[in-house]
């Protein structure tokens, strides 16, 4: 990737904001396992745990992780259960499942190393240009510029750029600079200095200026306010939907099926359940789909508990109804979970929740509820 053409003053001046960032990095970056390393393996590792997760969570899931799987040709011949398990806890499991199939194409077609071209980074599966960007400047010294939040936040305070990520004008507008501003001779070091700074100096609330290693050329600063770079990203209202969900048990035991509704949660465990913008409106849809896959009758109409989750925009209500499996039901369509061993499962936050509830309303057959918050109160009637 080439960088724009620059004036002699703003080289100067590049120049001296990377020389100050790279010895601010050097002298305070926090000691982070992956750092210690340029295996590309555990970078790539390191930079697909760490997104949408915070570092604290992600250092004893990566170490766990690469105790477990030591090697791409380890991770690549494990089967997906166990990569899972390992995962467990962290979210988002389709990155472990995209990890996982990307591991495979490496031993397949790449010789078993992460290849060290862009175009060929990305053609596996999960690695988009972030990824491709991280993994291939920090491990093999190629100078691409990263773009996440924490380092599009340090660009629009230092030049007081006006704008959001979600702006195509603004993205470029930050990348560009990131490209003009990397370091030719430390490309990989100069990314991590910059997100360090983003999270650790130029927080996104109010940023310690005071200790900021860049302040000297930091447009925001200067003019008084940095905290109001970037822009916020306008939010997306909330939608409410009903979700009517099967609970199928035997015992302590319970059926769940993968993927939600409408494609959400596709790499996890859910109860089998169908979305509608009314609770009577997601019933029948669950009913359909339920009689579509031969897969179980509900016994009643009215639910037994109602269970309040939110997915990004979406406020869920999920509306609990006991069912049973039909016969002929295929197997492979399901699978059973014991109730007390859910911690570990490929589970979605949305089934812990529902299963919890059951396991509480287990010993109180004629107690309904409904779950608001933490707080749990008696489920008034759905009409019909
Ligand atoms: Fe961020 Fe303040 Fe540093 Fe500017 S001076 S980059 S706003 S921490």
Known sequence: MKAPAESSANKLQNGA?????????????????????RDPYAVWVSEVMLQQT??????PYYERFLRAFPTIERLARS???????????????????????????????????????????????????YTACA??????????AVMDGNAARVMARLAALRGHLQQSRFRHAVEEMAQRLLSPREPGLFNQAIMELGQTVCLKGVPHCPIC?????????????????????PRRPT????????????????????????????????FPAAFGSSPQEAFENLQNKLMKETLAAIHRRSPIATVQ????????????????????????????FALNELDDAPISQLTRKI??????????????????????????????
């Open 54 to 59: 915070q570092v604290t969570t992600v250092v």
């Open 239 to 270: 939608e409410a939907r009903h979700l009517a969900t099967a609970v199928i048990r035997k015992g302590k035991r319970i059926v769940l099926t993968q993927g939600l509704d409408e494609g959400l949660l596709d790499d996890l465990w859910n």
């Open 309 to 336: 989750h939110r997915i990004t925009y979406r406020l869920i209500y999920a509306e609990i109804y006991p069912a049973t499996l039909r016969n002929g039901t295929r197997a492979d369509a399901l699978r059973w």
């Open 135 to 144: 993994v291939l400047s920090i491990a093999y010294n190629q100078p691409l």
């Open 355 to 384: 299963a919890k509830v059951i396991q509480r309303t287990t010993n109180a057959p004629s107690q309904t509820w409904s779950r608001s918050g933490s707080a749990m109160r008696p489920l008034e009637p759905t009409p019909r």
């Open 213 to 233: 290693p860049v302040r000297a050329w930091c447009h925001a600063w200067s003019q008084g306010q940095p905290e109001s770079y970037p822009q916020p990203r």
């Open 79 to 129: 089967p997906f259960e166990k990569v899972a398990k390992q995962w467990s806890g962290l979210g988002y499991y389709r990155r472990a499942r995209y990890l996982h199939s990307a591991a495979r194409k490496v031993m397949k077609d790449f010789g078993g190393q992460f290849p060290p071209e862009y175009s060929l980074a990305r053609q596996l599966p999960g690695v988009g240009h």
């Open 17 to 37: 904001i990377r020389r100050a960032l790279l010895n601010w990095h050097r002298a305070h970056a926090r000691d982070l396992p992956w750092r210690r390393t």
